[in-house]
């Protein structure tokens, strides 16, 4: 890659707007930009003490089963759900202010998703059938005892939507008491049968659409879900909790499921979105521009992805899970690196082999290579090393060692040709070489003498001063200066104006900008400890200290 300019390339959504959400993310919810991270002990332990605090909010979207329904009846001919659209549905009862309205389930006769008669909207049947699924679940070994979920309805109108906007986990003795006595007109929602995920733990699979992007983050709880003794809200929250209790992955793997379950799920997703799209479900529930729509699928025993519910959530949420795709679009990966020709293999110029031109390096580790194999001899069939072959009639001297001598070093006249041909051939930069910035400050070794160690010492003509250091810009005091000269009218010390005591004097230039003064006794300068630092500009004009 070359330091080139490349056109940037127009996004549809602001970076800006992207990169200022992740670096505001450092927060208690996500410590770290890692969701679920615990911020400390104590706030850890508070949340396990307190079982009520641990559900968040979580509402569906119920007209998203009567889109399915729309959706996998346009083809009479193929009817079959799982095949046309790579997912199904588990048994899912819409209620409405307590009533309910619609329930949508799977045909075992031809895999179509169909809606039950009027007729069977009655609460004996539900509860029937919800009884012979915990009965059927048992049998197949399933003992975490859950059998449906309670999900409130989302809406655009305050009075439609339940006081209480958590999700709840059931067990068959909670779904008979919830239909029974449970059901009012505050109550509107889903009640749908639970999925028994593939493994051993609660999971749940979010996806949503930033844009033109579907990205996947998969949520599994950290109880297992045959821990009767946890309560049942405890072991199976998943997105529908705090964030704690589960660990959060932004890729899924099932290898029983196959290689492509990612691929297939997102497809699946990616196809859903675009008829949301189609059926203009945002401006249905008048979803602000920050709002996006997110839809929930699961894995059962059988490796077959059902859907569960879709859910609206905010955008910090989606910019969050989509992150890894973002950032890769950023003019700081996708621009140019500056300099990159100085980094190596930054460039694409390389030494050409044309004209007979050989590297200095590759001829003599050719040679190398010649000079070993010729050591070693050849290899039989066999793997095994033959000595080289000698003449019978050569003539040397025992002791003398009858191989041919190295080769002769270049004379001078041949390697200044040799590196007069290789210039035209060295890679050559594309930019202009960078400007170096000066040194902050340089070190100066002196001579090595005693008195010249940078401390006072006494003599005849006065104090030598020997600086050690050169550093710019320069700003000087007076130390020890407490006579009401050096203060102004506030009484505080003023800055040296940067002169010289009118009898010292510069002695000598001991190099790299490093000068040697003669201050004279008792001088009100150097009354305490300092180091002097003094530019070598200043050799032009010693009689100042500026």
């Known amino acids: 890659m070359t330091a080139v300019d490349v056109p940037a390339v127009k996004l549809p959504y602001e970076m800006g707007h992207v990169r200022q959400v992740l670096d505001s993310a450092r927060d208690t919810k996500y410590v770290g930009g890692h969701a679920g991270a615990v911020t400390t002990p104590r706030?850890?332990?508070?949340?396990?003490?307190?079982?009520?605090?641990?559900?968040?909010?979580?509402?569906?979207?119920?007209?998203?089963?009567?889109?399915?329904?729309?959706?996998?009846?346009?083809?009479?001919?193929?009817?079959?759900?799982?095949?046309?659209?790579?997912?199904?549905?588990p048994d899912s009862i819409v209620m409405v202010k307590g009533r309910p309205y619609?329930?949508?389930f799977m045909s075992k006769k031809d895999g179509a998703l169909l809606r039950k008669k009027s007729e069977s909207l009655e609460i004996p049947v539900i509860e029937k059938a919800f009884t012979d699924m915990a009965e059927s679940a048992k049998n197949k070994g399933n003992t975490s005892g859950i059998v449906a979920v309670w999900i409130p309805m989302t809406s655009q109108f305050p009075e439609d939507r339940?006081?209480?906007?958590?999700?709840?986990?059931?067990?068959?003795?909670?779904?008979?008491?919830?239909?029974?006595?449970?059901?009012?007109?505050?109550?509107?929602?889903?009640?749908?049968?639970?999925?028994?995920?593939?493994?051993?733990?609660?999971?749940?699979?979010?996806?949503?659409?930033?844009?033109?992007?579907?990205?996947?983050?998969?949520?599994?709880?950290?109880?297992?879900?045959?821990q009767t003794s946890i309560p049942i809200f405890k072991r199976a929250a998943t997105f529908d909790g705090w964030q704690g209790l589960s660990g959060v992955m932004y890729k899924y793997v099932n290898k029983r499921a196959g290689d492509d379950i990612e691929e297939r799920i997102i497809g699946a997703a990616n196809s859903l979105f675009a008829r949301i799209q189609q059926e203009r479900v945002r401006q249905m529930h008048f979803l602000a521009p920050n709002q996006y729509i997110a839809l929930h699928f699961?894995?059962?025993?059988?490796?077959?992805?059902?859907?569960?519910?879709?859910?609206?959530?905010?955008?910090?949420?989606?910019?969050?899970?989509?992150?890894?795709?973002?950032?890769?679009?950023?003019?700081?990966?996708?621009?140019?690196?500056?300099?990159?020709?100085?980094?190596?293999?930054?460039?694409?110029?390389?030494?050409?082999?044309?004209?007979?031109?050989?590297?200095?390096?590759?001829?003599?580790?050719?040679?190398?290579?010649?000079?070993?194999?010729?050591?070693?001899?050849?290899?039989?069939?066999?793997?095994?090393?033959?000595?080289?072959?000698?003449?019978?009639?050569?003539?040397?001297?025992e002791g003398e060692d009858p191989r041919p001598p190295p080769p002769r070093p270049m004379p001078r006249s041949a390697r200044q040709t040799s590196q007069e041909q290789a210039k035209e051939?060295?890679?050559?930069?594309?930019t202009a070489m960078p400007t170096l910035p000066t040194a902050p400050y340089a070190a100066v070794r002196g001579p090595v003498d005693p008195a010249s160690t940078g401390r006072v010492h006494g003599g005849t003509s006065g104090y030598e001063v020997y600086m050690e250091n050169m550093k710019q810009p320069l700003i000087l005091r007076r130390p020890g200066d407490s006579t009401e000269a050096s203060r102004d009218p506030d009484g505080?010390?003023?800055?040296?104006?940067?002169?010289?005591?009118?009898?010292?004097?510069?002695?000598?230039?001991?190099?790299?900008?490093?000068?040697?003064?003669?201050?004279?006794?008792?001088?009100?300068?150097?009354?305490?400890?300092?180091d002097v630092l003094v530019p070598a500009s200043w050799s032009d004009n010693p009689e100042s200290f500026g």
Request: some cysteine; overall charge negative.
């Open 102 to 104: 619609a329930w949508y």
């Open 298 to 397: 699961k894995v059962d025993a059988d490796h077959v992805p059902h859907f569960i519910f879709a859910s609206i959530i905010p955008e910090e949420e989606v910019i969050l899970q989509t992150k890894e795709k973002l950032i890769m679009e950023d003019e700081v990966v996708t621009g140019p690196i500056p300099h990159a020709d100085l980094i190596p293999g930054g460039t694409d110029r390389r030494i050409s082999t044309e004209n007979g031109y050989e590297p200095p390096m590759t001829a003599r580790r050719r040679l190398l290579e010649e000079q070993e194999q010729a050591e070693l001899g050849e290899v039989d069939e066999n793997g095994t090393t033959m000595e080289p072959l000698r003449l019978v009639t050569a003539h040397y001297h």
């Open 425 to 430: 051939f060295r890679p050559k930069m594309t």
């Open 162 to 226: 339940c006081p209480m906007r958590y999700a709840e986990y059931m067990s068959i003795t909670d779904v008979r008491n919830f239909l029974k006595s449970g059901l009012n007109a505050t109550r509107s929602g889903l009640l749908q049968a639970f999925v028994a995920p593939h493994g051993i733990s609660n999971l749940l699979i979010r996806t949503v659409q930033f844009h033109d992007k579907v990205s996947l983050a998969l949520r599994t709880n950290r109880y297992l879900l045959s």
């Open 492 to 530: 505080q010390p003023k800055e040296s104006t940067g002169e010289l005591p009118p009898d010292a004097h510069v002695t000598g230039d001991l190099g790299l900008g490093a000068l040697q003064i003669s201050v004279p006794r008792g001088c009100r300068y150097l009354e305490s400890r300092c």
């Open 43 to 89: 706030e850890d332990a508070r949340k396990f003490r307190c079982p009520d605090q641990l559900a968040e909010t979580c509402e569906c979207i119920v007209e998203m089963y009567e889109l399915l329904w729309r959706w996998g009846n346009l083809d009479r001919k193929n009817r079959n759900f799982y095949r046309r659209f790579g997912f199904v549905i």
